[in-house]
């Protein structure tokens, strides 16, 4: 894979909490985690530090078509699916 940097002439402050409701979706991962990568767990331990409090993300999806992000996929030499933001907690720590 050769790295290639671009630009987009993109107002990314769009993505920003204060223009966007993150509250639209908010939630962990860590419930199905657990049963899904089992054998992390049993190898390395239950990892009871990690709970709900502590990996909650919100996150929201975009629409490609929408036109606020019209020509994105020219400039970035792919075909998008899908286009999400995700806002992490800066308070979430692992004890």
Not at 36 to 65: A, C, F, P, R
Request: proline content about 1%; overall charge negative; aromatic content about 18%.
């Amino acid at each position: 894979m050769i790295l290639e940097k671009i630009k987009l002439d993109f107002d990314y402050s769009y993505f920003l909490a204060e223009k966007q409701d993150y509250n639209f979706h908010k939630g962990s991962c860590i419930s199905y985690q657990r049963e899904e990568q089992n054998d992390l767990y049993n190898e390395y331990g239950n990892g009871y530090s990690y709970d709900e409090n502590n990996t909650v993300i919100q996150q929201l999806w975009y629409d490609i078509k929408d036109p606020i992000f019209d020509g994105w996929e020219d400039k970035l030499n792919m075909d998008i699916k899908i286009l999400n933001a995700v806002l992490f907690y800066s308070r979430s720590k692992i004890n």
